[in-house]
Antibody
């Protein structure tokens, strides 16, 4: 069974950096597409970007380009979402998704809280 | 930019009833439309794709229709576990572009 396992919840201060991860625990796919979706508290779903594990070339939603960095390590079937300088407005649940035509498999989510 | 608009924002219904949720695209998206269900404190789950194809293990009481700009999700014989938030999504895999609607909350009357 394909499962995406995300890293644990994080509490950070404004200005700090952060990198969260998402691993295909089944090591099923070597060339899969992993996307990231943000859900701010009490709000809807927003697609942030997507990366192909095979060539590690990300595509960003216009709303998130320049705000985050998406990367991947094909050797361990893991994708990453990174911030260089967090803001309070980055407080949200972040989901990774495995794209199999559509967002077929979702990670359990990583809660990121940014507070001084 | 394609905008996905769902209506209504909230729907109050009783178990056993049949309900229809709407999703409208600002321009034609063909049949590249998916529906997701999200329960409290859970990750979303794929229900339907291609506007009308049920995902694996999705009960037959969930059905979808539409193409172009108008889509519907119909849930027949509502069960208690169906009360959740439902999102539609336009998907385009190349170049990658994915747009969610704002969601419809289905609550118990």
């Amino acid at each position: 069974e394909v499962q995406l396992v995300q890293s644990g919840a994080e509490v950070k201060k404004p200005g700090e950096s952060l990198k969260i991860s998402c691993k295909d625990s089944g090591d099923t796919f070597s060339n899969s597409w992993i996307g990231w979706v943000r859900q701010m508290p009490g709000k809807g779903l927003e697609w942030m970007g997507i990366i192909n594990l095979g060539d590690s070339d990300p595509t960003y939603s216009p709303s998130f380009r320049g705000q985050v960095t998406i990367s991947a390590d094909k050797s361990i079937n893991t994708a990453y979402l990174q911030w260089n300088s967090l803001k309070a407005s980055d407080t949200a649940m972040y989901y990774c998704v495995l794209r199999m035509n559509v967002f077929a498999v979702w990670g359990q989510g990583t809660m990121v809280t940014v507070s001084s | 930019e394609i905008v996905m608009t769902q209506s209504p924002a909230t729907l109050s219904v009783s178990p056993g009833e049949r309900v229809t949720l709407s999703c409208r695209a600002s321009q034609s998206v063909g049949s590249r439309l998916a529906w997701y269900q999200q329960k409290p404190d859970q990750a979303p789950r794929l229900l339907l794709y291609g506007a009308s194809t049920r995902a694996t293990n999705i009960p037959t009481r969930f059905s979808g229709s539409g193409s172009g700009t108008e889509f519907t999700l119909t849930i027949s014989n509502l069960q208690s576990e169906d009360f959740a938030i439902y999102y539609c999504q336009h998907y385009n895999n190349w170049p990658p572009l994915y747009t969610f609607g704002q969601g419809t909350k289905l609550e118990i009357k």
